[in-house]
Structures are given as C-alpha cells and as structure tokens.
C-alpha cells in the first residue's frame, strides 16, 4: 500500500525534480556524498543537487545507504540515474522495502539503497531531486 505522501507526489508530478536531473546531466562532479539521507552532489560549475525520498509518512523508518566509496566519482561526468525495485521482505514488525538508485557516471555506476521499514499501511518511494 502506498503511504499518503507518496501517493500525492504520484498524483501531482514532480516537475521541479525533472528539471534539476536534466539540468545536473553531462556537469563534472566536483564532490558527492551521502549526508543526513540525502544525496549530495556538488559540480565544478559551482551548482549542486540533492536527491532524497520525500515520501513520509507516519509509522515509517526511512534511510538512504551505500556501500560504494563516493569518492572514486569525483572528477566524473554525471550521466543519468535509474531506479529499481527489491522486493519487499517483510518480517515480525512489518515491511523493509528497499530501492536502488544507480547513479551512471563517466566512472562508472554507483549504486544508493533507499529503505523503508514500516507496518504494512505505508510504503513506496518518493525520490526527488532539487538544485541547489
């Protein structure tokens, strides 16, 4: 089931999280790291983006995660992302749902866990992206 603030960004659009991915595709990434759940990118064009799951709601445990090393990007190209879903495990307490952000690079691809645990009433995933 999806959770209330996932369902209105569905129904809504998220035109301003469109645009800051076109505007932040073909830049050279300066920095990139993982701070406070939000993924953190700075260009060497002084511009920057943040990308995080914007889809709470009550009765949620939501983190972003990697185990790749951000630093071996920097200095890279940002190319284009892709989400992909986990399937969903659930366990004595409720959901996990998990998922993946592969962020493709001239260096590669790196890949960013998003997590959801809740208790079966809330779910999905909002991931937006704002410039800044």
């Not at 701070?35 to 709470?56: I, R, V, Y």
């Amino acid at each position: 089931m999806l959770g209330v603030g996932v369902m209105i960004q569905s129904l809504f659009g998220n035109e301003e999280t469109v645009n800051a991915v076109k505007s932040a595709l073909g830049k050279t990434i300066e920095t990139v790291k993982l701070e406070d759940n939000e993924l953190l990118f700075k260009f060497t064009d002084g511009t920057g983006l943040k990308m995080f799951d914007d889809g709470q709601s009550c009765c949620e445990d939501r983190y972003m995660r990697t185990d790749d090393d951000l630093s071996d990007f920097e200095g890279a190209t940002l190319l284009d992302f892709e989400l992909k879903d986990a399937p969903t495990m659930e366990d004595e307490y409720g959901d996990h749902e998990i998922q993946f952000l592969d962020v493709k690079t001239s260096n590669g691809v790196f890949q960013m866990a998003n997590h959801n645990e809740h208790n079966g009433y809330y779910g999905g995933f909002c991931i937006v992206a704002r410039s800044f």
